[in-house]
């Protein structure tokens, strides 16, 4: 991968665990070549993925929303800022930027764009590996409800499979490394 998109939180959360890993996984892509593509924000989750990279000299682009620029405030020491006028312009950017996707803690806002591009894979817009890595067992409630969606027969297990998990960073970057989309049609 070239590249990786990060979602995660504007906030920082209730545990400094979630800022290390975040910080931890940006010095990790960058120390493995590999740039990121986040949400362009100098605050929360954002600021630390952002600055783990930047500490390593790591490709950093950040894609932020003009009106979202006065709130998060964007993050100076970029390699590249790209703003843009809306939440979907920032999604479709930073899709077409990166090579994968990874979810981070994170509140409404990083659920939408984590099921926003699994959707889009799980419809063949991309064939891009998305991934959550599971800091502090946080997305454990998620991923009962995926079990529950297969269960009651509303997500194949095909789909089920698109979607890669881990709680460690090592392992989660090499099962995405790993990745081959599934050949599979929605509607049969």
Not at 27 to 44: K, P, Q
Not at 65 to 75: D, Q, R, T, V, Y
Request: with cysteine.
């Amino acid at each position: 991968m070239r590249r990786i998109a990060v979602f995660c939180g504007s906030s920082l959360g209730a545990n400094e665990v979630y800022c290390e890993q975040a910080y931890l996984l940006g010095e990790t892509v960058a120390r493995l070549g590999i740039g990121l593509v986040y949400g362009g924000g100098n605050v929360g989750l954002m600021k630390y993925v952002a600055d783990g990279a930047i500490r390593r000299g790591g490709e950093v682009i950040g894609v932020i929303p003009g009106f979202l620029n006065k709130k998060e405030i964007a993050h100076t020491g970029l390699t590249e800022l790209i703003v843009v006028e809306t939440m979907h312009e920032r999604k479709a950017k930073m899709n077409e930027l990166a090579d994968g996707v990874i979810a981070l803690p994170g509140g409404y806002g990083t659920m939408e764009e984590f099921f926003e591009m699994i959707t889009w894979g799980q419809l063949h817009l991309h064939q891009k590996p998305v991934a959550i890595l599971n800091t502090n067992g946080f997305y454990n409630p998620l991923i009962k409800q995926v079990e529950v969606m297969a269960t009651e027969g509303f997500l194949k297990e095909s789909y089920r499979k698109i979607l890669i998990i881990d709680d460690t960073i090592p392992c989660l970057l090499e099962k995405m490394n790993q990745y081959k989309p599934p050949v599979f049609d929605k509607w049969i």
